[in-house]
C-alpha cells in the first residue's frame, strides 16, 4: 500500500498517519492491506463524490482469484477550506468507509462467486441478519445510494470497525426514512470472518 498525494498539500507525517491507519486502527490483515496498491489523495472538484474504491481482479494459471490491485480516491475538494487537523480527520472517515468497500467486497469476490458487484446481491445470511429485503433494497443504487446493500454493510464496517470518532453516526440509520436498526454483535462477526472464509475456501473464478 502507498499513498499518492496529488495535491502536493499534505505533510510526509500527515501522510504516514493515513498509513498508520489503516494497518493498525481498522480491521485489516496483511492480506487486504497488500490487495490496496494505492491510496490518491486528489482534487475531483464539486463531484458530490467524497471518495470512492475501484479494483482489478488479479488470476492464476488456473483461473483462480489470488488477488487484487485496488485503489481508494479522496476528494481533496471537500476538505480543502478545513484546519489541517480537521481535514486530516475528515480524509479518515471517509478512508475508513472506503476501506470497508475495499474489506468487505475483496472478500465476496474471492469466496461468494460474486463477479459483478452490482449484479449481485449480498449473500442471503447478511440480508437475513441485517434485515433487509428484496423489495427495499437493491445490489444496486436503483433504489438510492442508502438503499444499496454494498453501501449498507460498508457503514456497518465503518461503526463497527473504526476508532471513534470515526465511527459515528452510520449514514443510513441516521439519514433515511427507513427503519434500519444498528449492527448486531452478530453482524461484526459476519464481517470479521469473511477473511476467514477466504483462508478456508478460495475458489475458482467464473
Avoid at 158 to 179: C, K, W
Wanted: glycine share 4%; proline share 4%; with cysteine.
Amino acid at each position: 500500500m502507498r499513498i499518492d498525494d496529488r495535491t502536493g498539500i499534505f505533510s510526509q507525517p500527515e501522510l504516514q498517519n493515513l498509513e498508520a491507519f489503516v494497518s493498525n486502527d481498522l480491521l485489516s490483515t496483511e492480506v487486504d492491506v497488500e490487495w490496496l496498491d494505492v491510496i490518491r489523495i486528489r482534487d475531483d472538484g464539486r463531484n458530490r463524490i467524497m471518495g470512492y474504491w475501484t479494483y482489478t481482479s488479479k488470476f492464476d494459471a488456473d483461473n483462480q482469484i489470488n488477488g487484487f490491485a485496488a485503489v481508494i480516491v479522496l476528494n481533496y475538494f471537500y476538505v480543502r477550506t478545513l484546519a489541517p487537523q480537521q481535514r486530516l480527520d475528515t480524509l479518515k472517515k471517509v478512508l475508513a468507509h472506503e476501506y470497508g468497500h475495499h474489506w468487505t467486497l475483496c472478500y465476496l469476490l474471492i469466496t461468494q462467486r460474486i463477479t459483478h458487484i452490482f449484479n449481485d446481491p449480498m449473500p442471503i445470511e447478511y440480508y437475513e441478519l441485517r434485515g433487509l429485503n428484496n423489495q427495499d433494497h437493491a445490489c444496486d443504487y436503483s433504489r438510492g445510494w442508502d438503499k444499496c446493500d454494498k453501501e449498507i454493510i460498508t457503514e456497518d464496517y465503518r461503526v463497527l470497525f473504526a476508532p471513534e470518532p470515526y465511527n459515528q453516526d452510520h449514514q443510513m440509520i441516521n439519514n433515511t426514512s427507513g427503519n434500519l436498526a444498528v449492527p448486531t454483535p452478530e453482524v461484526k462477526r459476519y464481517i470479521e470472518n469473511m477473511s476467514q472464509d477466504y483462508i478456508r475456501k478460495p475458489i475458482t473464478a467464473a
